[in-house]
């Protein structure tokens, strides 16, 4: 029994350790994500990404030319983002299609606990009404799940969807935590201004599921 409770354990163990794994560029970059940074849901996913997404200065190599989209970095004049979340890395970018559509990219990373919250919380803040739902981000290969917040003041609608990525299954925060958050405004239709994000986000992310 001792035998068998050992081999499951190194089981457990070891698909920890391969999915931790960083492959390269030719066969991507695995991680786990999930919708809330404090406990495990029913939305869990592992992702596999074209780029090295895991905490470390590497997160600004994200390209500025992502299929269609041409970003560009937007300087860091909010300084209460480093004064009160204190990011390990922190990148803003803005980026925009040959149609004109735009859309904001955030990333920040960090082992802090304090270094997160629900970015609706801002707007909250702010004055703006949200509403938040799970939203399904289909790649082309299976598909994993953001969270949506709509945010709406006087004329402005914002659609935002974010998410957690953890090196592995253990979630461990001395290895460091990636929220990744896009930002667009409404376009035609909420619809519409989904799939924007989620052609910008299939550009990033080649596969996901339960496991890879």
Same mark, same amino acid.
């Given at each position: 029994m001792l035998a068998l409770a050992l081999a499951v354990m190194l089981g457990l163990f070891g698909?920890?350790?391969?999915? =931790?794994?960083?492959?390269?560029?030719?066969?991507?970059?695995?991680f786990l994500t999930d919708i809330d940074r404090w406990r495990k849901t029913q939305r869990e996913r592992v992702v596999r990404a074209r780029y090295d997404l895991s905490l470390g200065p590497q997160l600004h190599d994200l390209p500025l030319e992502i299929g269609e989209w041409k970003g560009e970095d937007v300087? @860091?004049?909010?300084?209460e983002v480093q004064i009160l979340l204190e990011p390990e890395e922190y990148v803003y970018r803005r980026y925009r299609r040959a149609d004109g559509k735009i859309l904001w990219l955030s990333i920040i990373? =960090?082992?802090?606990? $304090? =270094?997160? %919250?629900?970015? @609706? *919380?801002c707007y909250d803040a702010a004055g703006w009404a949200t509403e938040i739902a799970s939203e399904e981000v289909r790649l082309d290969k299976g598909a994993f799940y953001a969270l949506k917040?709509?945010? $709406?003041k006087d004329a402005w609608? %914002? *659609?935002? !969807?974010?998410?957690? !990525?953890?090196?592995?299954? !253990?979630?461990?925060? =001395?290895?460091?935590?990636?929220?990744?958050?896009?930002?667009?405004p409404l376009g035609v239709s909420e619809e519409e201004t989904l799939e924007l994000e989620k052609d910008f986000l299939r550009q990033i992310f080649l596969e996901a599921g339960e496991h890879l």
């Open positions: 698909r920890d350790v391969i999915q =931790s794994r960083v492959f390269g560029q030719e066969r991507g970059y695995t300087p @860091q004049d909010n300084i990373g =960090s082992r802090q606990s $304090k =270094s997160f %919250h629900p970015p @609706q *919380i917040v709509g945010a $709406k609608t %914002h *659609i935002v !969807l974010y998410f957690f !990525l953890y090196p592995d299954y !253990l979630r461990d925060q =001395s290895k460091g935590v990636v929220l990744f958050k896009v930002t667009a």
